[in-house]
């Protein structure tokens, strides 16, 4: 393919498509590692909520984030991509949580 924007050409390695990652096996895993750390960022304030004198469930809040937010990451790419691909990712995942 010829030169395009910040594309140099040649040979492209993948490309994105709905979110899922298609291309060689070796980016498509980088790109999804990169993607899960990227949606794991906010975790540290989530597991720094604490309780205040009136309110007194930011435990319980942290549970509902991580469950509904940060454990969900993972089960699109679960369904779009081969294990070749995602094992990495969830194993990064795993490790994060």
């Known amino acids: 393919a010829?030169?395009?924007g910040s594309y140099e050409g040649g040979v492209l390695p993948g490309i994105r498509v709905l979110g899922a990652f298609l291309g060689g096996v070796v980016w498509c895993r980088d790109k999804l590692v990169k993607r899960v750390r990227k949606a794991l960022e906010p975790l540290p304030g989530i597991l720094a909520l604490r309780d205040s004198k009136k309110v007194r469930t930011a435990q319980q809040l942290s549970q509902v984030l991580i469950r509904f937010c940060m454990n969900t990451t993972l089960t699109f790419f679960l369904r779009t991509m081969p294990?070749?691909?995602?094992?990495?990712?969830?194993k990064e995942h795993d490790r994060l949580i």
């Open 2 to 4: 010829p030169p395009h």
């Open 83 to 90: 294990p070749s691909v995602y094992l990495a990712a969830a």
